[in-house]
Antibody
């Protein structure tokens, strides 16, 4: 069955960078939009970014635009989120999701903490 | 940006009771691009209902969705102990994709 596994989270200082990865299995990865969603501690869900199957259509939340970059490697079934200029407010659990009109498959999440 | 407003913020009920959760959009949303999600404490969210009324794979039939346009409802016909969680609505019609703020269903 479809499965998503995130990695790459950790503790980083403000202004630092981090690259999240998401390994997909159990479905034809290139057929689907993919998305990142985050959840700050004790808060609700916030959509971060999406990318289409070919990597040609991309969109970002205003809160991360210009700092985060989403990309994918369809040959390796991998989704990425490059996060630069990190701020304290980027502290959250980051979920990789498959976007099939709705977000129908979710990973278990990876935690990013931005603190000095 | 399409704002999604969920009500109530918290629903206090007992097992066996019926739960009715509401999600109102600031502008019309295609049902195809609308979903409900459940998140239990310490777990990732999971899709419950897509297309406003289609249960996702493995979701019990006590969960049902309805609505169209700007008003959507998630109904849990008879609450089981495992249903106490936070529920979110979400749209992916236009960017930015947005979530409601969540409804907590508690005992």
């Amino acid at each position: 069955q479809a499965q998503l596994v995130e990695s790459g989270g950790g503790l980083v200082k403000p202004g630092g960078s981090l690259r999240l990865s998401c390994a997909a299995s159990g479905f034809t990865f290139s057929d689907y939009f993919m998305s990142w969603v985050r959840q700050a501690p004790g808060k609700g869900l916030e959509w971060v970014s999406y990318i289409d199957g070919r990597g040609s259509t991309i969109n970002y939340a205003d809160s991360v635009k210009g700092r985060f970059t989403i990309s994918r490697d369809n040959a390796k079934n991998l989704l990425f989120l490059q996060m630069n200029s990190l701020r304290a407010e980027d502290t959250a659990v980051y979920y990789c999701t498959r976007a099939n009109y709705v977000l129908d498959v979710w990973g278990q999440g990876t935690t990013v903490a931005v603190s000095s | 940006e399409i704002l999604l407003t969920q009500s109530p913020g918290t629903l206090s009920l007992s097992p066996g009771e019926r739960a009715t959760l509401s999600c109102r959009a600031s502008q019309s949303v295609s049902s195809t691009h609308f979903g409900w999600y459940q998140q239990k404490s310490g777990q990732a969210p999971r899709l419950l209902v897509s297309g406003a009324s289609s249960r996702a794979t493995g979701i019990p039939d006590r969960f049902s969705g309805s609505g169209s346009g700007t008003d959507f409802t998630l109904t849990i016909s008879r609450l089981e102990p495992e249903d106490f969680a936070v529920y979110y609505c979400q749209q992916s019609v236009t960017s930015p994709w947005t979530f409601g703020q969540g409804t907590k269903v508690e005992i």
